[in-house]
Structures are given as structure tokens and as C-alpha cells.
């Protein structure tokens, strides 16, 4: 799944120059107030400014029986400034940094209650993210070329254990859509490449914690999508190769690659009524450990496999006067 923030050009009306919001919010379950504020304005005709700021501050939190759930209470922060290049020529530059903090003392695995080392410990996490985008889209229909880059770093300082982990994961994606016909076939064509580097540390672990202190994975992926139309038939195929390779250290090492197919048929059959049918599948290989568990004591099984999944679906959406229905009939995973 993937996210991307608003351009301040997205924030200003037509004619305007300058602006800003400002929003405040109180939580009475968990005695929360939070506010944020943006400010955004367009310098000459293509560049963009966008600066973004939230807090919030909670106890800890009233459950739905009326007790307080320890170990919720927190500090949390966010700060974003992205430019934004639009239109300027052929090309489109998007550049954002991103921090976000959050203090509290919490339980060290809040989803896990009957993890062993369940207990409560002050903890620290900042997150910092870059990210650089550029989209090339001159007047042809065999090109219209993006790049994407950034690079995540994820830290956590649990300051009265005296342990710190951090998690960087840095990569990018090259692609490039193409639009062109084969007789009465219309194609919607995507290619492209992508890869990440990931590697987590332990920092300041005592050596009896366990002698797997890094891990560190790369997946290099190409992929191929065809979005064929003839009349109200439609015809969606491709395949994506991944190569994979994870680190464990003096546990030993995970690689391999694999080929994911899939293929998608749809009908319009009335001005109303899509039917659709597919099959895909996906892989990936082994990641780093969480920051919480590197440092400790993993063991690899010689046979580990990466992780399969193949799902099959049939369907239909209909839509009337201001009324959309999708219905799947089946869906296998």
C-alpha cells in the first residue's frame, strides 16, 4: 500500500498565492489534545512549499469496560516540508523530509500479552523519512518515465534498558508507461524496476544477548503490465521477477528468486454492468528482524522458502443513478 502527501498546490484555490490551516482536538477516552498546522504557498508559476506540524499528547487510555489501559499514555510529534516542482516544462520534481516522534512508556510487545519479555519500559521512536520523485512526460505516447528514491530510518532508544536499534530501509522504483494500438488492440503498457536495501542494528546489546547483532536484505524486482481494451473487452496481463537475499548473520543466509504471473479479463456488458475475472500471484523473501528482537539469538531453517500467494477472484460491479455495487462471487488466497 502506498500514500502520498498533498502538494501545496493541491491546498491553494485558483488565484491564490498563500495559505494556512490550523486544527485542534481533544480525546476524552484517553484525555488527548492534539493540534497541527500547515502552512503552503506557490512561488512563480511551478514551485510549491508545503510545511506541516502535529502534536499530541495523551494519558492512558479508557477502555469500552471503564478501566484504564495501562501503558498507553504518550507523546507523539510529526514535521513535514515538501516542495513540490509541478508542470515546469515536461517535468514534475516532488522532494519531502518527514520526521515523527513518540514517547511513552509502553509494554515492550502491546500486541503480544504472553510474550516472555512483556513489561513496561520507557521508550523513544523517531522515524525519519526522505523522499525524491521525478516524473519525465513529454508529448509522446512511448514515454512518460518515473523515479522514485527515499530512504526510511526507524529508531528505538529504550532508555532504562539502555538498548538502542535502529532500522534503515533505502530504495527506489524506474518505471515507464506506454500507449500504443495493435490493430484494434489499445495498450496501456508499464515496465519498470525496483529495489530495497534494508538493514537493522543493534547498537548497544551486550554480547550475551546473542551474536546476531545486523541483518540486512535487498530485493531487486522487474515487472512488466499490459492494459489491453478491443471494444468492451478488457485484458490485463503481466509478470514481475524477484531476486532476493537476506542476512542473518552467524545464523546464515536466505536467497533465491521466483517469476509472479497474472492475468485479469473484463466485460462491460451494459452501460451498467462490469463482469471481471483474475488470477495473480505475489512473493517475497525473508526481511530483517523487528528493531525490538535484533540482537537476540535466531536460528534459520535450512529450508525456508519464501512467502507464496496465489488468489483467484470472479465478479461483477454495477452501477445505477448515484448507487455503485462490487460484488466478488469467489476469492481464493
Sequence with gaps: MRFETKDAQDMLHPGQDTGARFAAG???????????????????????????????NSDDYRHGGGDLQPATASQQRSYLIKLSLLEHGDHDVRVSAERRTDQGDYFIRAHM?????????????????????????????????????????LDLDRIESQTFSRSRNTGGDIRNRMRFNTGALQHDLTTGIDMFEQKTDNIDYDEANGPNNQDKARNIGVFLQDRMT???????????????????????????SDVSPNLQLSYQATDNLRLHAGYGEAVRGAKTREVLLIGGAVEVDKNLKPEHAKQAEIGMDWQGYGFWLSKIHSTSP
Design 113 to 153: 500479552p504472553y510474550f516472555g519479555r512483556q513489561s513496561q519500559s520507557y521508550q523513544e521512536t523517531d522515524r525519519e523519512t526522505f523522499s525524491f520523485q521525478h516524473r519525465w512526460a513529454p508529448d509522446s505516447d512511448w514515454i512518460e518515465l518515473t523515479t522514485k528514491l527515499y530512504q526510511n530510518t
Design 230 to 256: 478491443v471494444g468492451d473487452l478488457g485484458i490485463a496481463w503481466g509478470a514481475r521477477f524477484d531476486d532476493y537475499h537476506t542476512d542473518y548473520g552467524q545464523a546464515g543466509e536466505v536467497d533465491g
Design 26 to 56: 481533544h480525546e476524552s477516552a484517553a484525555n488527548a489534545t492534539s493540534g497541527s498546522s500547515a502552512v503552503y504557498g506557490r512561488l512563480g508559476e511551478s514551485l510549491g512549499i508545503l510545511a506541516y506540524i502535529k502534536g499530541r
